[in-house]
Nanobody, 123 residues
Framework: QVHPVESGGGSVQAGGSLRLSCVVS?????MAWFRQAPGKEREGVAA???????FYANSAKGRFTIFKDNAKSTLYLQMTSLKPEDTAMYYC????????????????????WGRGTQVTVSS
């Protein structure tokens, strides 16, 4: 397993959109997006199952969409209606240990992490 590589971050105004991408060695497994704001712990944003079923944190529901393209071995996070509180470093996580409900957005449940891509939302 090669560590994931994220891209697509940037600076946008509130209400704007961004699409993050993450290239992985095998996108057929369950994966997730996490984020970490300055001074805060890393938190799960969205996860996707092997069959493509999504799972979202409450903060992401209705605004973010997680999906993947197995042919390109790429995981995506489409973010819309961005808010200043979405400002964070966003990380792609792969190598899931278990798809149990309680662990889908748990840091400890993933073995491989990218270096992150910065998202900054200004008001």
């Amino acid at each position: 397993q090669v560590h994931p590589v994220e891209s697509g971050g940037g600076s946008v105004q509130a209400g704007g959109s961004l699409r993050l991408s993450c290239v992985v060695s095998d996108s057929t497994n369950s994966m997730a997006w996490f984020r970490q704001a300055p001074g805060k712990e890393r938190e799960g944003v969205a996860a996707i199952a092997t069959d493509g079923s999504p799972f979202y944190a409450n903060s992401a529901k209705g605004r973010f969409t997680i999906f993947k393209d197995n042919a390109k071995s790429t995981l995506y996070l489409q973010m819309t209606s961005l808010k200043p509180e979405d400002t964070a470093m966003y990380y792609c996580a792969a190598g899931i240990k278990s798809w149990d409900f309680s662990g889908r957005l748990s840091n400890a449940n993933y073995r491989y992490w990218g270096r992150g891509t910065q998202v900054t939302v200004s008001s």
